[in-house]
């Protein structure tokens, strides 16, 4: 099971014009990944998800020079051994922060691919969870900031097709248009559908104490990163405005940071991404150190085969919460890179893959189809 090979590939896949959706960090104009394939000896392969970044070429290269150097020849099986190596001679001690983070991420996701296939079991199996039917929320990259009027309707669109739940973006234009939007769509709804909101880091202190009453009304499951993450300090002050969840974790990399996110009792709700945070090896101890405090675990999900294993891990784990399902009008890497494609069933769940690994065939085509390219993915 030694590792012979470890290839990174930056994948762009523009967004048409139709189909774009504003967030608080602009609008989204092109998806950016780097998936990670991983080769051993015996002819295993697996396949991982890096996140973006906004600098996925930068990502991929790490990947492909630094971090390959270090592993390859290892046990594919040895993942905390991996995992340990990459820590002791790059993140812990030469830095690359976040940038390390999301690109051993792919490496380790790739390696419990391998894991998975060598047994012959499903991930979740092999981290001795069981098939689950686990709650899925309307996300990714939908509902954005838009009119009320037509934000009700992709609301009323998503409720109609199972989703008992859904995440609203906001920190666009005003805090003023944030409540208005909320309050349309909780007055559409009724009580019965649990509203979520996410200002991606866009709220000042000010803003989040004017909007946490009105969200408290509206009976808001929680807001998420209204500050960026290593601002502590205002989450901690924002936290005694109202009594609305914070949540936050995607952009918090391995279990150092995130043991001050929790010691600090800066948020409510967890939310590390499997491609973010240093892989699933990294997940599943964030989330038993945060199984200690009672916090729940609500990952953070990208494209298509972060989307897959993170249904792996939730079946996994005791306090797992919500699916991240990506909802965009159009992904071609949520709908034609895996097969099977990512499916909400119609009572708004999703139950893992039972095919081994990460339970996802990669399609190749398409990755050499949609190379990187440059250019921001948000304006």
């Known amino acids: 099971m030694k590792i012979v090979e470890i290839k990174a590939y930056p994948v762009t896949v523009p967004v048409p014009p139709e189909h774009r959706v504003r967030l608080g960090i602009g609008t989204m104009v092109k998806r950016d990944i780097v998936f990670v394939k991983v080769t051993t000896a015996s002819g295993l392969v697996g396949w991982g998800e ?14 492909n020079t630094t971090l390959r150097q270090l ?44 894991r998975g296939k060598a047994v012959g079991w499903p991930l979740y199996k092999l981290l001795g969870g069981r098939s689950r039917r686990v709650p899925a929320y309307a996300g990714g990259i939908s509902l954005g900031i838009q009119p009320p009027a037509s934000l009700v309707e992709e609301a009323k669109d998503f409720a109609a097709r199972g989703f008992r739940a859904m995440k609203l973006r906001i920190g666009g234009d005003s805090v003023t248009a944030d409540i208005a939007r909320v309050e349309a769509v909780r007055a559409a709804l009724g009580p019965d559908i649990d509203l979520l909101t996410d200002a991606n880091t866009g709220y000042s202190l000010g803003d989040a104490r004017r909007a946490m009453p009105a969200f408290a009304a509206c009976a808001v499951g929680w807001l998420e990163e209204p500050f960026p993450g290593h601002d502590y300090r205002l989450y901690r002050q924002a936290k005694g405005f109202a009594p609305v969840p914070l949540a936050a974790g995607e952009n918090h990399y391995t279990r150092f940071e995130f043991s001050r996110l929790i010691e600090e009792e800066a948020v409510d709700i967890l939310q590390p991404d499997l491609s973010k945070c240093g892989g699933i090896t ?38 797992g919460g919500y699916f991240e399902a990506d909802c965009s009008l159009n992904n071609p890497l949520r709908d034609e890179l895996i097969d099977p494609p990512i499916r909400i069933q119609a009572d708004g769940t999703i139950s893992p893959s039972e095919k081994p690994g990460i339970g996802v ?19």
């Open 282 to 319: 990294e997940a599943l101890k964030i989330a038993a150190m945060a199984s200690a405090y009672k916090l729940p675990i609500h990952l953070h999900s990208s494209q298509g085969i972060n989307q897959m294993a993170s249904v792996q891990v939730l079946s996994t784990i005791e306090n």
């Open 361 to 379: 065939d990669v399609n190749e085509d398409m990755i050499f189809h949609f190379p990187g390219t440059e250019g921001p993915a948000y304006v």
């Open 71 to 114: 592993v390859t020849g290892m046990d594919a099986t040895d993942v905390n051994g991996v995992w340990s190596k990459i820590y002791k001679f790059q993140l812990g001690s030469h830095g690359m922060g976040s940038a390390c983070a999301m690109a051993m991420s792919g490496i380790d996701m790739a390696l419990w691919d391998i």
């Open 50 to 63: 890096s996140h973006h970044g906004r600098a996925h070429l930068a990502i991929a290269t790490l990947v």
